[in-house]
């Protein structure tokens, strides 16, 4: 990708710059940079949505029977006709993954690293409709596909963390509005969030659908426990603290500063290696979201499904499929990451994870298989963990 080059999404903005001036950095409004884009599922179908049980959903109603109501899907068609007549929210989380016309709108993205995309919520609300000003520890981008959303943002600066009491949601009670940080946004818009910019999102019509890009932000807490979780698979009982001890010490009770000096070289020793660090963040970002509903093809499963592929069945790339890969330090061999899973494969089949990683349908009916040695093998890995998956076929739906 030409980082000088204008995209769509952002208006007419390049990504050159979109990354020097606003990304992780401050607000950026974008008028009609979805506005090419068809609403691609109704708010009666998202309801529909919310009623089944594998997807995670909410509603906030904010004069409910307490203030700010949350209720927790799946939901039944009375929980919605018992809804009061407006100022209610209902989200629906990852529809991207059970909507493959909302997976669309993912791919505008790829300006930006695919693997740190989380998923796309989908909210509507009715009039006045709100979930409380908060802020999100990851970047986000709102996506107005449907009516009319005011938007009053604050920068980290300009609030403090306090919540309100007495409430399930993290909404702040010290929200001040800022004049010079207030949007609203028609069909088409979209507004662009740093982490930790406060925002309190109301919707000024009936017909308020907003889709969120969110982007995947684990903590270095987590990324610590995770790399040491690796680290300590295979534990070197001799790799042990051993100081040299100073000429001088004062008292022999006294850890000194040579001693810590010295821990914190053997710690950072232990984690100064590239391929660890990648290996965690490659497997981390390719978790699924919902593992619990992707399960990988057994042998005879996978032995037919590759027959498909080069028989030229049509395949295509889920919404929930997560993929990414990095280099070796020597650039010979290449670790790809399919749902949490990974394989080492030659550098020069490269090109070829590329492509599964660029395009949304394939047919594999003129892939020459006998080029690569390694060729059928990460076919089948690809296969197996379901990052692309067949086509159904009509008769098969019926």
Known sequence: MNIDTPISILAGISAKTFYQDFWQKRPLLIRGGAKDLELPISADELAGLAMEEEVESRIVIE???????????????????????????????????????????????????????????????????????????????????????????????????????????????????????????????????????????????NECMTFSVGFRAPSTQAALQGITDKLCEEVNEKNRFSAP?????????????????????????????????????????????????SVQLNDEELSETYQQALNGDTFIRPGDARICYFLSEDKQSCSLFCNGNSIVVDVELVPFIQAICDQEEFDFSGLKIEQHAQLPDTLRFILQHQVIIALPHEDEDA
């Open 245 to 293: 001890e100073p000429l001088e010490r004062d008292h022999h009770a006294e850890i000194q500063a040579s001693d810590i000096e010295h821990l914190k070289q053997k710690l950072h020793e232990l984690i100064d290696s590239p391929e660890l660090l990648a290996s965690w963040l490659a497997e981390s970002m390719s978790e699924l979201k919902y593992p619990e509903y």
């Open 63 to 205: 004069h409910g029977e307490t203030p700010w109501q949350l209720l927790q899907g799946p939901f039944e068609e009375e929980d919605f006709t018992s809804l009061p007549e407006k100022e209610w929210t209902l989200l629906v989380q990852a529809v991207d993954h059970w909507v493959p016309e909302v997976q669309a709108l993912r791919e505008r993205f790829n300006f930006l690293p695919s693997w740190r995309v989380d998923d796309i919520m989908v909210s509507y609300a009715t009039e006045g409709g709100s979930v409380g000003p908060h802020y999100d520890q990851y970047d986000v981008f709102l996506v107005q596909m449907a009516g009319k959303r005011r938007w009053q943002v604050l920068s980290p600066e300009q609030y403090q963390d306090s919540a309100l009491q007495n409430s399930q949601l993290h909404i702040l009670d010290n929200f001040t509005p800022d004049s010079t940080q207030d949007y609203e946004l028609e069909a088409g818009d979209i507004l662009y969030l740093p982490p930790n910019f406060a925002h309190n999102g109301r919707a000024l019509d």
